[in-house]
């Protein structure tokens, strides 16, 4: 009989795949374990990629949606089919399903004060755990045990066809390098590069000779289209915006065949790490301390004044410094420098 652990996900991109390690772990830990793992219905495709994961069930529940009429009936309706929880979100409300299920061991940080709702709570401490792939993987520990380190990174497998399929959908060829761009995230405009900047980077990529991608969801089309046509008549017929013409599946495909992704701190950042793509991540308001990509393809470009991290939607300060001042220059010298190093990687391999 296999040991049944529900996992109960985050509803962002970036943390589902950050929690890839703890199902590793619990793998390792219990060979016979067979996870199931709750998530939002946009996540999904992430989790389809784990092979840790054995099977999916649909989080209805939008962000600060309580519905407890719902959720028990969600928790009745998994009873008796799991010996384990272990519950990644915070919150008190992600608690109430495994609660209302009667799993046997729930375990998950203390958060909003869930102590009747979970029997194995366990205390976070942050300056121990300062990276939110640390905390996610600790949960496969007993309480009480230090957390073993190195963390594998994450890492998402491709299905070549299902490649094929999204390049054919979208009518892109291979033929020229590709350099992907990231400028969306979901948090707000201050972890934001300038659509400017991008465009700059661009032009100088395309007369490098590479083809560009601009990927995001719908909500990123603003971005994306400014990014375009400040990149003008230069980029035409090879520069591609592609946000909110993909799925987020056909996104990972695509992300996948890129030479080199330049991205905010995102979701979609944490989805090319796993993919093992060179990445050069732009931070401003956020920290890499906190959310690297988890990667050793990766370069970091921040400018680390003084008013960062600030941790905010928007510039506190007005003046947006900590993206405006890293103009287009810094990042292409990250590329090249990450690019030496990748190919310096590539021969040691050989």
Request: with cysteine; glycine share 6%; net charge positive.
């Amino acid at each position: 009989m296999p040991y049944r652990i529900l996992i109960i996900a985050p509803a962002w991109v970036g943390d589902s795949v950050m929690a890839q390690p703890l199902y590793r772990r619990l793998k390792h830990y219990r060979p016979d374990a067979h996870i199931t793992v709750l998530a939002p219905d946009w996540t999904l495709p992430l989790l389809d990629r784990m092979p840790e994961v054995d099977a999916t069930a649909r989080n209805p529940f939008g962000h600060g949606a309580l519905q407890m009429g719902a959720r028990w009936r969600l928790g009745k309706s998994l009873r008796g089919q799991f010996d384990q929880v272990i519950v990644l979100p915070n919150s008190l409300k992600s608690a109430l399903v495994p609660w209302f299920a009667k799993i046997p061991k729930r375990t998950g940080f203390v958060g909003e004060s869930r102590y009747g709702l979970l029997n194995d709570a366990r205390q976070l401490d942050k300056q121990a755990l300062p990276q939110m792939v640390e905390r996610f993987a600790i949960l496969a520990e007993s309480a009480g045990a230090p957390l073993p380190r190195p963390i594998e990174p994450p890492l998402l497998r491709i299905d070549p066809a299902s490649r094929q399929a999204a390049l054919a959908a979208l009518g892109l060829s291979e033929a020229k390098p590709v350099a992907a761009f990231c400028p969306g995230a979901e948090f707000g405009p201050a972890k934001r590069w300038p659509a400017a900047h991008f465009a700059e980077l661009a032009q100088a990529l395309i007369a490098k000779g590479y083809a560009v991608w601009l990927f995001g969801s719908a909500k990123d089309q603003p971005e994306t289209s400014a990014i375009a046509k400040l990149a003008g008549t230069a980029a035409a017929g090879n520069l591609v915006d592609l946000a909110g013409r993909t799925s987020l599946a056909q996104a990972i495909d695509l992300l996948s065949i890129a030479k080199v992704v330049v991205t905010n701190d995102s979701g979609l950042m944490h989805v090319a790490a796993a993919l093992q793509r060179p990445v050069v991540a732009l931070y401003g308001s956020s920290s890499p301390t906190f959310t690297p990509p988890l990667t050793e393809l990766a370069e970091i470009v921040s400018l680390q004044l003084d008013c960062s991290p600030c941790f905010k939607r928007q510039c506190p300060l007005g003046h947006f410094n900590c993206m405006q001042q890293m103009h287009s220059g810094m990042v292409e010298a990250a590329i090249d420098r990450l690019l030496a190093r990748d190919h310096h990687i590539r021969l040691q391999a050989i």
